[in-house]
């Protein structure tokens, strides 16, 4: 298995732009979820999924947008990049209600 | 509105020199309190996950403790490779269980 993936490692975008942040897993877990991590904070929830064509919003969902129509797969997508969305971003899935999360290797974004 | 701090921010420990790292919380109910460790430039790597006061779990040279308001990580006779940012969460009971994460304690142990 290679539990969670995400792509792209590392992203430069010029404020303004758009990107997709790709984030699979090959775990069958029903629980998927993003969050940034940023200094000096823990790591906040963005938007998180508990099915298939299921999402909702986090702590800090604004500027962002998901969906998820398989399970494996949950897509984070910034509308218009902002300075202050330059974070690491990590996926995270699990198999219950948020038990035991297991996350990925981050996507760490730089907003000129 | 749930809140995780943990103690300290950094330690420095000498190989075999024995510590704890503290978690404070506060939850409106607790479901469980999550132990994860953090290489740099990884994702979190689970570790423990307490449910109730008392409980403790054990991993090669880390023991977790849970009481009501509080979780120890505890490290004995650390190695360098133990070196890393520990990171404590806990989970709330009711509707959408989120987790709060604390800002961690980042570790050094010197060979």
């Known amino acids: 298995n290679a539990g969670v993936t995400q792509t792209p490692k590392f992203q430069v975008l010029k404020t303004g732009q758009s990107m997709t942040l790709q984030c699979a897993q090959d775990?069958?877990?029903?629980?998927m979820s993003w969050y940034r991590q940023d200094p000096g904070m823990g790591l906040r929830l963005i938007h998180y999924?508990?099915?298939?064509?299921?999402?909702d919003q986090g702590e800090v969902p604004n500027g962002y947008n998901v969906s998820r129509s398989t399970t494996e797969d949950f897509p984070l997508r910034l509308l218009s990049a902002a300075p202050s969305q330059t974070s690491v971003y990590f996926c995270a899935s699990s198999q219950q209600n948020q038990e035991t999360q297991y996350f990925g290797p981050g996507t760490r974004l730089l907003v000129l | 509105e749930d809140q995780v701090t943990q103690s300290p921010e950094a330690l420095r420990l000498q190989e075999g020199e024995s510590s704890s790292l503290n978690c404070s919380y506060t939850?409106?109910?607790?479901?469980?309190l999550f132990w994860y460790r953090q290489d740099p430039g990884k994702g979190p790597e689970f570790l423990f996950t307490l449910y109730s006061a008392g409980e403790e779990k054990e991993k090669e040279r880390l023991k977790a403790t849970l009481t009501k308001k509080e979780s120890f990580l505890h490290i004995t006779a650390p190695k360098p490779e133990d070196s890393a940012t520990y990171l404590c969460a806990v989970q709330s009971s009711g509707g959408y269980q989120k987790v709060t994460f604390g800002t961690g304690t980042k570790l050094q142990v010197i060979p």
């Open positions: 999924s508990v099915g298939a064509g299921i999402t």
């Open positions: 939850v409106s109910g607790l479901r469980g």
């Open positions: 775990m069958n877990h029903e629980y």
